[in-house]
C-alpha cells in the first residue's frame, strides 16, 4: 500500500446467514482527508465500519488499513479509533469518568491521558462531572467523539457522527 491512502480495501464481502451485506467492495480513504458513506439503510455502511474498527472481520477480499494488511483476526492497527451505532457509555459515570474508564482500559494514566483536552474540543467542559444517564444524544455524541479523540488516533472511523447533534456540534 503507498502512503497515500489510510485504508485500501479490495474486493470485500461479508454475509450474516443467507444475507449479503458486503459484495466486492473496493475503497481508497486518502490519508489526511475526511470521507463518507452515503447509501440507503441496510446498504452495508455500518457493517464496513465496522470492519475498519476490527469490530468483526471480512468473509473474502483483502483491507489494509494505515499500510497493515487485516487478517482473519479481530485485531486493527492501536492507532485506529472510532465508534458504531453510537458510543457505549456507563451512565452512572460522569463524562469525565467514563474518560478516565476508557484511558486505564488502554494501558494509560488517567491523569496525564488529556481529558480534560478533549472535553474542550467536543465541548463538554461545563458538563464534565454530569452523570451521563442524563446526557441528551448530541451529548453522548460529543462524549463518544471524545472518546476517540482520547488516544490520538491516525484514523477516525464514526457511524452517523453528527446524529442528534445541534449547529454547534
Known sequence: MDALHAVRARGITKCFGEVVALDGVDLDVTRGQIHGLVGPNGAGKTTLLGLLLGLSVADGGSLEILGTPVGRAFAVPGSVAGFVDGPGL????TARQNLAALAE?????????????VLDEVGLTDV????????????RQRLGLAAALLVKPRL???DEPSNGLDPAG
Do not use: E, K, Q
Request: aromatic share 6%; hydrophobic share 40%; charged share 30%.
Open 128 to 139: 464534565a462531572d454530569d452523570r451521563t444517564r442524563g446526557f441528551s444524544l448530541g451529548m
Open 105 to 117: 482500559l488502554r494501558g494509560r494514566d488517567a491523569r496525564t491521558a488529556g481529558i480534560d483536552d
Open 90 to 93: 456507563y451512565p452512572s459515570l
Open 156 to 158: 477516525l472511523v464514526l
